[in-house]
């Protein structure tokens, strides 16, 4: 096949290919960013309640009984606020809702599973210190599950995947000679490096949506939202000697950049702060 055939062919499958990609878009809630539509909530769900008594059963649950009423407290006004969007800034979930305590005091660190299932670690307590510092990091976690980031992120782990397959392909083919295969190897190999340098942008914006959100969250169900500046500052010097990789290397934006922008986000989440002066 001619040289210049065979090129228009191979950019025929890439218009193909990024049509379908952007069939597959939507917008995300309140931040209008642009992303793959998530894998289907249902799906997950399941597949997240069984995760969840998983992971509980491999950890000792806390028997601390002030512990244990605070998260259920904190997480049933969280949840109570994620139910009645204000303004319908985000579709409503019908999540089942699930509270637990996990006796881990050198664990700093909360999550919440597709539908609602949330684990808060005792490591946490001395860091969020209050019941306003806890309602900061539970919005953020349920953030990410009414921001359907745990469907996100699998979506866009397939569409790297597959690309870099049909990317490694294509390339060795276009550049051809007796050892394509291998020359589509190393191809491929660069093109999952830039893949995992890309999924780790993806999630540190996805931390930095549910920061947003989060603040709305737990502005919504009562708690102010400022609370947030002390509790990174905590979280910064509580991970000051963790060896912790440069921004770019990791998941999470630097503490510097994520109290930068709760600051940044504070008059937004202020406007639905019930407990607001007047």
């Not at 986000?265 to 639905?272: C, D, G, I, R, T």
């Amino acid at each position: 096949m001619p040289f210049g055939r065979a090129m228009t062919g191979r950019m025929g499958i890439g218009v193909l290919l990024l049509a379908a990609g952007l069939a597959a878009c939507e917008s995300a809630p309140i931040t209008g960013r642009s992303r793959l539509a998530p894998i289907g909530d249902q799906q997950l769900r399941a597949q997240a309640e069984q995760l969840y008594q998983q992971e509980l059963s491999k950890h000792t649950l806390s028997t601390n009984s002030e512990y244990k009423a605070l998260v259920e407290r904190v997480g049933r006004r969280i949840a109570q606020a994620a139910e009645t969007p204000p303004e319908q800034l985000w579709r409503a979930p019908n999540f089942d809702w699930e509270f637990n305590v996990i006796d881990e005091p050198g664990v700093i660190n909360a999550y919440c599973l597709p539908g609602g299932k949330i684990a808060v670690y005792t490591g946490l307590f001395p860091v969020s210190r209050d019941e306003a510092g806890l309602a900061i990091v539970m919005g953020h976690e349920v953030a990410h599950a009414l921001m359907r980031h745990h469907g996100e992120r699998l979506a866009d782990q397939m569409a790297i995947a597959t690309t870099t397959t049909i990317g490694g392909a294509v390339l060795g083919a276009i550049i051809g000679g007796e050892d394509n295969r291998t020359t589509g190897a190393v191809a491929g190999a660069g093109l999952a490096i830039a893949g995992n340098m890309l999924l780790l942008n993806f999630s540190r914006t996805q931390e930095s949506e549910a920061d947003r959100v989060g603040l709305i969250l737990a502005a919504h169900a009562g708690y102010d939202p400022r609370a947030a500046v002390g509790l990174w500052q905590r979280m910064r010097a509580a991970n000051s000697g963790s060896g912790r990789p440069p921004e770019f290397l990791s998941t999470h934006p630097a503490e510097e950049t994520r109290i930068a922008d709760i600051r940044r986000h504070l008059p937004e989440a202020l406007q639905y702060y019930r407990g607001k002066e007047e």
